[in-house]
């Protein structure tokens, strides 16, 4: 089967629905729903998923009707309740009107009683009366016409409140528990879904979501995506060379919140911002050095060290950007990586999947990209995304897939709201790209398509 998923919001960080593959636009509001359903070449089932972006309950169809209802109704009243103070308003110019008719009608029986001595001199007055009256003739108009949007909003409220009542008594049929169980098994069937999503491409980014604005112009930030769902702790490393100090918070909260946890001081310097949290470890670049580090935050020590064989450093082969990123570590859904450059491969990227306790390389790709045109690169799902530029206007413009060690052009764009990107790295637990953006720790959503396993995959 096939779904679509995204991120919820800035802190739970959740699969959202993405793309369908007909093309049909496809609103994730709506619930789990199959909307075609087929057979491919070996004939296993296949059908087209939509995730829920909202709670449980909103798939349910009497729930959703009522709650659509419930906002028609709650529009109307606000607007009844305008109409209802322009016409209280619009009285007082009646009001004045009537007491000026009063004065009109005495007039003219003044006129009646004198016609031939004070004919000019009450006529002259009767128009300035008249003069005053034109401007209420609108108000008036808008009056009555007031009072038929009323009418016929009494009467539109009084028929909705019939389907009302009749949807409320049916929801009220069920018992508590009864719908409590519902939304548990409901539950229970969508973690169990959850669970047989397969790697997903990259379809669109969206954000980004200022979190902080901190540090010097650049500089990494990231969350662990191995970690529990009750981990959250956030790790903070400012600047690309020169800096031993990594800072620890114990959630997003708190690193929002400057309020510090706990500080490392890394037993070397660190090149480059391109550093990963993988399983409880930090992997980064030393500086002047091909070398890989692998450092246990609980231990506080260093557990690996391995040269990076072949592979350019020190701004031999880094990022448009510079800031010794010639080395980018980096973690998905399969594992550890390592994106680099080497003479033998005329300075284009070498992708290297990594083993997380030896930092030995399990087995690796050339690609045809250069590194020194790439502006930031992630990996979801074994796919490296590459970037065209850290600057405005940056867009992922290739991507490489090491299961079918295949590469396509691409043409996904994404807001660089500060200008200078420096960092940029995809969290699978969180399914997100966490950016260093001039100075500025952002989120960006990423919408992916999903393949769900079958039974019958293998």
Partial sequence: MRATSSLLNLLLLSLLAGLDPSKTQISPKEGWQVYSSAQDPDGRCICTVVAPEQNLCSRDAKSRQLRQLLEKVQNMSQSIEVLNLRTQRDFQYVLKMETQMKGLKAKFRQIEDDRKTLMTKHFQELKEKMDELLPLIPVLEQYKTDAKLITQFKEEIRNLSTVLTGIQEEIGAYDYEELHQRVLSLETRLRDCMKKLTCGKLMKITGPITVKTSGTRFGAW?????????????????????????????????????????????????????????????????????????????????????????????????????????????????????????????????????????????????????????????????????????????????????????????????????????????????????????????????????????????
């Fill in 222 to 458: 990231m969350t662990d995506p191995l970690a529990s769902e009750k981990n959250n702790r956030v790790w903070y490393m400012d600047s690309y060379t020169n800096n031993k100090i990594v800072r620890e918070y114990k959630s997003i909260a708190d690193f929002v919140s400057g309020a510090e946890s706990r500080t490392y001081n890394l037993p070397f310097k660190w090149a480059g911002t391109n550093h990963v949290v993988y399983n409880g470890s930090l992997y980064f670049n030393k500086y002047q050095s091909n070398i890989i580090i692998k450092y246990s935050f609980d231990m506080g020590r260093v557990l690996a060290q391995r040269s990076l064989e072949y592979a350019g450093f020190h701004n031999v082969y880094p990022y448009t950007w510079g800031g010794f990123s010639d080395i980018d570590l980096m973690a998905d859904e399969i594992g550890l990586w390592a994106v680099y450059a080497t003479n033998q491969n005329a300075g284009n990227i070498v992708i290297s999947q990594l083993n997380q306790d030896t930092l030995e390389v399990m087995k690796s790709w050339s690609t045809g990209y250069p590194k020194r045109s790439a502006g930031e690169s992630f990996m979801i799902c074994g796919t490296l995304y590459v970037t065209n530029s850290h600057l405005t206007g940056a867009k992922v413009y290739y991507s490489y897939s090491t299961k079918t060690s295949t590469y396509e052009y691409t043409d996904i764009p994404f807001h660089n709201q500060y200008f200078h990107i420096s960092m940029l790295d995809y969290n699978a637990r969180d399914r997100a790209l966490y950016a260093w953006n001039n100075g500025h720790q952002v989120l960006f959503n990423v919408t992916l398509f999903h393949i769900i396993k079958t039974e019958d995959d293998t």
